[in-house]
């Protein structure tokens, strides 16, 4: 109808609008990014060497393999450490847990979703941190130094286990909504079939996670991209030291924590800021693989139950 196709055309402009922005967006950063790539090749991927040097441009190199690396530590330790409560906390919402006390755990989790990151990098770097070395990281390397990521003494708090801890306590409510989410379209029919077949309330959850398995999987690679950016909360607490990490108790860097730390003095160097700009692009690559595998799981899931 023709009121129809009028309402179709007066949204076109800001779906075109979206489009637009990102487009310029990724533009932007390939446009930035030439420079370095100029300049050193896939050797800004490759190497681990970060050396300024002012006015002389032809001696500055721009490694970005140690923050990346740190990026994908910190990200996977943050995933591992989130998807086992997250997934237990789901689980326990929907199946166990009252009316009441549903909404109530609900909100919480929604609270700590929507609170601003740095507070809890304030948290962990002021408080957190000391008890995590003494109490967790320590005891770690004592019982477990034969193994190479816990083969180092602790000898600050503020380490690549850190910035991982927290960014896991800070993706888990995203990630339980995403876990919610799914188990809420598995139609009761399934449920009611197992209940009726005599199976217990046990395995009838084993029967929904058997179901669930690509909402989980999806869940996980969201929550990947989603940590590979954080940034605040990361800086306060990973150290900030260039350096390959050792093991999970020495300090390093992330992408999103170099940026942060190194944009503000990048003026007085020829290609530290297109570096950088390579560094958002390896997060927008890492994202956007990671963020468009976990939505098709997820839309393909939907479909299928």
Request: glycine share 8%; charged share 10%.
């Amino acid at each position: 109808m023709k009121e129809d196709r009028l309402f179709f055309l007066a949204l076109l402009p800001f779906g075109a609008i979206v489009v637009a922005v990102f487009i310029v967006f990724v533009s932007t950063l390939l446009y930035n990014s030439l420079p370095i790539f100029i300049h050193e090749g896939l050797m800004v991927y490759t190497s681990s060497t970060w050396r300024p040097v002012e006015n002389n441009p032809e001696a500055e190199v721009y490694g970005l393999l140690a923050p990346m690396i740190g990026t994908l530590e910190v990200s996977f330790l943050a995933i591992i450490i989130s998807l086992p409560p997250g997934l237990s906390l789901a689980i326990m919402i929907e199946e166990y847990l009252p009316t009441g006390l549903k909404s109530l755990m609900e909100t919480i989790i929604e609270v700590m979703a929507g609170l601003p990151t740095v507070l809890y990098g304030m948290w962990a770097s002021l408080f957190f941190a000391d008890y995590l070395k003494s109490d967790l990281m320590i005891p770690l390397h004592e019982i477990l130094w034969f193994i190479p990521i816990f083969g180092c003494m602790p000898e600050s708090p503020y380490t690549v286990f850190t910035a991982g801890v927290i960014l896991g306590i800070m993706i888990m409510p995203y990630m339980v909504g995403l876990i919610l989410d799914g188990i809420r379209q598995i139609p009761k029919k399934i449920r009611e079939a197992c209940y009726s077949l005599g199976m217990t309330k046990y395995e009838t959850v084993r029967i929904l996670l058997r179901l669930m398995r690509p909402v989980i999987i999806a869940s996980v690679l969201l929550s990947l991209g989603r940590a590979a950016g954080e940034t605040i909360a990361v800086s306060l607490t990973i150290g900030n030291t260039y350096n390959i990490p050792e093991c999970l108790f020495t300090p390093g860097y992330t992408i999103s924590s170099l940026i942060a730390d190194q944009f503000g003095n990048s003026g007085f160097y020829v290609y530290m800021a297109s570096a950088l700009y390579a560094g958002g692009l390896f997060l927008l690559l890492l994202g956007v693989i990671t963020s468009s595998t976990g939505l098709y799981l997820m839309r393909r899931w939907k479909t299928s139950v």
